[in-house]
């Protein structure tokens, strides 16, 4: 299939093309690694495709050591079992290998791994400047290779941890989190199941929207986020219904990152209520975004509608805002995404905490409206 073989220099160095993973070893020796730790979750380390990174750094003298104690919303247990095997195992980097969970999680291991014993990973927070409160000298390098198409946290400086005990989604930034080199091997996102592919396909596209709707002055990226979502569009329904359809799956690779690199100009109520939704329940995080969108939309309407209509233009959608949502409905259905948070099993009894939660996370300050905790009760209800 057509599908792109290319190296990209932004956000960093990019190894974009199928059958790339086989440069593995190569690029973690030209990044100083010579003791890899393996970061991905139970499931994926099961898969052949992780076999096959296992066989490549082997097979350059690395040694295949592999952690694999990722949740599907990874949390601060996690990051302390694997601090403990990278310790143990007297590591110099790290290989985060698969969705965005083992991609935060690989990425926070480096971060915390070789830092004083009485830093907290809370205490790097994505507020004001914390993340000068870490040794950055301390900081282990990242290889990121991503087996799905959704975070895009393979060209991210964060990584979304959830604390156990509060069940609160925390965003961890530093900007020596961004990997040092990034492998976008279309080939292992072909074994994703439909519905994940539909998920983090559904995030991808959020990310996109909520940076180009999100008010703050970054034309860089607004153009960015709107050129990811006609990738999007244009591709993941056939990535859906053809698993194997390389160039489509190439194609929602590069969205991923597109939307990454745009968001930092904001996100919004989407990810506002869907962090704290993950975080409780456990939902998977794009299928979630997916599930709120419209009604975030209909909320967003009076500050979006003429910025839609333009955006509807270019992605060659009739009928402007309205045409866009229309799409998003298309999407929902199309790929058996659940009509509302009730049917994710979000309960109406924990709606004040949820909007208490929700007003807490930074996302807030992207909205194109501004949220309070009551009209993030109203929004979170309509989403039920």
Request: charged fraction near 20%; proline fraction near 6%; charge should be negative.
């Amino acid at each position: 299939m057509n599908t792109p073989f290319a190296n990209w220099s932004y956000p960093t160095a990019i190894k974009f093309g199928v059958g790339r993973l086989a440069e593995l070893a190569d690029h973690c020796k030209a990044t100083g690694i010579t003791r890899p730790l393996l970061v991905t979750d139970r499931a994926l380390a099961r898969l052949p495709i992780t076999a096959q990174a296992l066989d490549v750094l082997e097979a350059g003298g690395l040694g295949r050591a592999v952690f694999a104690g990722v949740d599907s919303n990874p949390t601060d247990a996690n990051l302390t079992e694997g601090i403990a095997a990278y310790r143990a195992g007297g590591h110099d980097g790290v290989v985060a290998f698969g969705g965005g969970s083992a991609l935060d999680l690989g990425k926070l291991i480096a971060l915390m791994a070789g830092q004083r014993a009485d830093l907290s990973v809370w205490d790097l927070e994505d507020i004001d400047d914390w993340w000068t409160r870490a040794d950055a000298r301390a900081i282990a390098p990242v290889i990121a290779v991503p087996t799905t198409a959704g975070t895009g946290s393979e060209v991210g400086r964060a990584g979304v941890l959830t604390k156990a005990a509060t069940h609160r989604k925390t965003i961890i930034f530093h900007p020596r989190l961004m990997p040092g080199v990034t492998i976008c091997d279309p080939a292992l996102t072909v074994g994703m199941p439909r519905f994940i592919t539909a998920g983090t396909g559904m995030d991808a596209l959020a990310h996109c929207l909520e940076a180009y709707c999100a008010p703050q002055f970054h034309p860089m990226s607004q153009g960015i986020a709107l050129e990811g979502m006609r990738l999007v569009l244009d591709n993941l329904p056939t990535a859906y219904a053809d698993p194997g359809n390389l160039a489509a799956r190439g194609q929602m690779m590069a969205a991923a990152a597109m939307g990454a690199v745009a968001f930092q100009k904001g996100l919004g109520a989407i990810h506002a209520i869907s962090h704290p939704v993950g975080a409780v329940y456990n939902t998977h995080h794009g299928t979630t975004n997916a599930v709120v969108m419209p009604m975030v939309l209909d909320f967003n309407r009076a500050a979006i509608e003429e910025k839609m209509d333009r955006a509807a233009d270019y992605l060659g959608i009739a009928g402007g805002f309205d045409g866009f949502r229309d799409v998003v409905m298309e999407l929902r259905e199309a790929f058996d995404i659940p009509a509302s948070l009730s049917e994710m099993g979000v309960e109406p009894s924990r709606l004040g905490e949820l909007a208490e939660m929700a007003l807490a996370d930074p996302s807030c300050g992207g909205n194109p409206v501004p949220l309070t905790r009551d009209t993030l009760q109203e929004l979170i209800s309509a989403c039920l």
